[in-house]
């Protein structure tokens, strides 16, 4: 699946159960140095990783309209994140 030009994404389950997920993008796309940022801080605050954790089960439990809602249901965590983080 294309979730933007250079970036793609694939999800593997499994008897209903979701088993892999893996974001591919082009070298040099912007999301790269975003997502890996946004690793960085789960690594680094337990508490944030904890809340990030308990959006995305809450999102997968609720989620009916595919993965389009569901990153933009979870991107103004993100957001708030990486800006608190450059701070």
């Avoid at 990783?49 to 609720?62: D, F, G, I, V």
Wanted: aromatic share 8%; charged share 25%; hydrophobic share 40%.
């Amino acid at each position: 699946m294309d979730l933007s030009q250079g970036h793609h994404f694939y999800r593997r389950d499994v008897n209903g159960v979701r088993t892999h997920k893996v974001h591919v993008c082009r070298s040099g796309h912007w999301q790269i140095a975003r997502m890996l940022r946004f690793r960085d801080l789960l690594r680094q605050d337990p508490d944030l990783c904890a809340r990030y954790q308990a959006l995305k089960l809450h999102l997968e439990a609720t989620n009916q309209r595919g993965i389009g809602d569901y990153l933009a249901l979870k991107a103004p965590f993100i957001d708030a994140a990486l800006a608190l983080g450059q701070g």
